[in-house]
């Protein structure tokens, strides 16, 4: 979907939940005199978690499912805002007055808010090639004004342990990740086990830390994975802490269970591809051009050998082109059972492939009765062949091999 559909999809949903805002209490006789300075408060930091919710949506860090439950929990808590926003005076209405106002609220609204967006909002911005306008929300005294009446309610009933959340969300979008982080260990201690509340607090502590995930971060996400396996978000920064620290094998494991959890067209497995072979690349033993992997670094479920070109084909290659290395089962699908992506300028290249390089889990080395190590320098730099590519195949091999042979001698039709 395009930038500007999509705005006027959230756009138009925002209007319908402030008049459902604004004419439900009318019609229930709730009514108040509001405060539009109050209103407007609670209507710009619902538009801000709104925006973040559907952000975290779109890049597929949560499910829609948990879109939905974060929707409805912010509606109903920036609609009991609203209502406090209100005076205190209440002012009676008859049946009558109070439909007529709501007709009035339904039909004058939505155009108003069409007027004021064409005569102050920036139309032009919603073009692909506009450049993206700056964040005003960190300096919006309307929002921190906003923020600081959620932080003094919270000191006043601190056991609100899901405002305590919504308090951290908030400081983490005004670029306060200690307050962020405070906020969120008061949520933790008032709710019970939630891998969002951890690992979002987990975020907040980095960011406070030069964007370091080393310490307190890393025990927080091991938390929130052991409350859900399949967090999005936990795996995706879990995989970043153990690359921060050197640890590939545990990188690699997260971000492949990342990538069998994210949406098929998320915009964020092209970006974990790219990290997986990054660490696998990093985890290989640098390269040789006349001897294979020493056989005491290659035991158990892993295959190790040699990739070379076939002189003739050089031509066709240039240093900057990738080579893709995988192991895959001869009887089986042609998922790779692992895989790591080098330079085709490291050819000839030595190879040592492991569980740890899996796709999946449920389909690696050590499950595998066989496999056969396959070689191919893709002139896109796509994981997926495409005619003029160059490839070539081992013999098949038993696990734990660890003299296999591939020569790139063929093109792919």
């Not at 200690?178 to 509340?197: D, F, G, T």
């Not at 796709?359 to 496999?371: C, G, H, L, R, Y």
Request: proline share 8%; charged share 20%; aromatic share 4%.
């Amino acid at each position: 979907m395009s930038t500007s559909p999509l705005f006027w999809i959230l756009a138009l949903a925002l209007v319908a939940a402030t008049l459902a805002w604004l004419v439900v209490p009318l019609l229930r006789r709730a009514s108040a005199a509001d405060d539009p300075a109050d209103e407007s408060l609670v209507t710009a930091v619902f538009r801000d978690h709104r925006r973040q919710i559907d952000a975290d949506y779109a890049a597929g860090t949560i499910t829609p499912a948990e879109r939905e439950t974060a929707l409805s929990e912010l509606t109903r808590r920036f609609g009991q805002e609203l209502a406090q926003a209100g005076s205190a005076d209440e002012i009676k209405v008859g049946e009558r007055s109070r439909w007529i106002a709501a007709l009035v609220l339904v039909a004058c609204v939505p155009v108003v808010s069409g007027v004021m967006y064409v005569a102050l909002g920036s139309p032009a911005a919603l073009s692909p090639s506009a450049t993206a306008p700056r964040d005003p929300i960190a300096g919006d005294p309307q929002i921190l004004a906003m923020v600081e009446q959620l932080a003094n309610r919270l000191n006043a009933n601190p056991e609100d342990g899901e405002g305590w959340a919504m308090l951290g969300r908030s400081y983490r979008a005004l670029g306060r990740p200690e307050l962020s982080a405070q906020a969120y260990a008061e949520a933790a201690k008032r709710l019970p086990p939630n891998a969002a509340v951890y690992t979002d607090w987990a975020e907040a502590i980095a960011l406070g830390q030069d964007r370091s995930l080393a310490g307190q971060p890393t025990e927080l996400l091991d938390r929130a994975l052991a409350i859900d396996p399949d967090n999005a978000k936990a795996l995706a920064l879990a995989g970043a802490a153990a690359a921060e620290r050197n640890d590939a094998a545990t990188a690699i494991r997260h971000w492949t269970r990342l990538k069998t959890v994210l949406p098929p067209d998320s915009p964020l497995i092209a970006e974990v591809d790219r990290r997986l072979a990054t660490v696998g690349a990093a985890a290989a033993p640098p390269a040789s051009a006349t001897t294979p992997a020493p056989a005491a670094t290659v035991t158990g479920p892993s295959v190790a050998g040699r990739v070379s070109l076939d002189p003739k084909l050089a031509k066709n290659v240039a240093p900057g082109d990738t080579v893709f290395i995988f192991a895959r089962d001869p009887d089986g699908s042609r998922m790779p059972l692992a895989v790591m992506r080098v330079a085709a300028s490291e050819l000839p290249r030595t190879f040592v492939l492991t569980d740890a390089m899996a796709m999946s889990p449920a389909a690696t080395i050590s499950k595998a009765t066989k496999v056969v190590v396959e070689a191919r320098i893709s002139k896109s730099g796509d994981a997926k062949a495409q005619p003029g590519d160059l490839s070539g195949t081992s013999s098949p091999v038993a696990p734990g091999a660890r003299d296999v042979a591939v020569t790139i001698d063929q093109v792919v039709p």
